[in-house]
């Protein structure tokens, strides 16, 4: 789902904490593990690079917005009333293809 710069009024923006998918360190239940590594991927959260800071943080949309703009377009949106205004296009990219988004363009990827 891809959002103009022109929606930023409309979406909530809000600061979150970052993280980055990693294969976790730790013992499989089998006792497989490669290179002490498991199959299994969690989120880490990413460290900061200055001192006293607790966590990095990123500007992320908190609403959903497939679910709320194109899903339930007509239905109860009081919790962000604002997002009935944005202009989401929801875009589907098959294997092998790519998508150029531009800069300042607001961006919600999922993998089915």
């Known amino acids: 789902v891809l959002c103009p710069p022109s929606d930023v009024l409309f979406l909530h923006e809000g600061m ?45 949309i908190e609403p959903d917005i497939k679910k709320i703009c194109l899903e339930e377009r007509h239905q109860n949106t009081s919790e962000f009333p604002l997002l009935s205004k944005a202009h989401p296009v929801k875009v589907l990219v098959s294997e092998g293809e790519m998508i150029y988004i531009p800069s300042l363009w607001y961006h919600r990827v999922t993998q089915t």
């Open 16 to 60: 979150f904490s970052s993280g980055t998918f990693r294969r976790m360190k730790e013992v499989a239940e089998d006792g497989e593990t490669e290179n002490g590594l498991t199959s299994r991927w969690g989120v880490v959260p990413d460290e900061s690079d200055c001192e006293g800071a607790s966590d990095v943080r990123t500007k992320w």
